[in-house]
């Protein structure tokens, strides 16, 4: 079976970002980075990976102070405590739903960022 965070890879062009994330756990918020972000979703760095298919509500950070708040699932997470080739803990989350006003904040970041990126290979 086919990696479903895959297929939002391919939808949407992925940036490797560190901003901060808050998400609640159980009877808790949890604050982690996020190290991986796209349209589609993000890669969410943890010790404690959630189960798959565990609904999330999540509220990014973008650089600017702007928070994006989106309802998620996860659709794939990596445990070192497996053995993989992959290197980092965490989970992958796709986004369900944004607001429309967040969406068009985290498409203007990764709008940013596609132009930064396109400088610098020129």
Not at 61 to 72: H, I, N, R
Not at 89 to 110: E, T
Request: proline share 7%.
């Amino acid at each position: 079976m086919a990696d479903p965070g895959a297929e939002a890879s391919r939808r949407f062009p992925r940036f490797e970002v560190e901003i901060w994330v808050d998400f609640p756990t159980l009877d808790t918020v949890t604050s982690s980075y996020v190290l991986n972000l796209s349209q589609g979703g993000v890669f969410i760095k943890s010790d404690a990976p959630l189960p798959l298919d565990t609904e999330v509500d999540l509220v990014l950070t973008l650089p600017s102070g702007d928070p994006v708040q989106a309802k998620g699932r996860v659709v794939w997470n990596h445990d070192l405590t497996r053995d993989t080739e992959r290197g980092l803990r965490g989970c992958g989350i796709q986004f369900m739903s944004l607001p429309d006003n967040d969406r068009a904040l985290l498409r203007d970041y990764l709008d940013s960022l596609s132009v930064r990126g396109k400088r610098r290979n020129h």
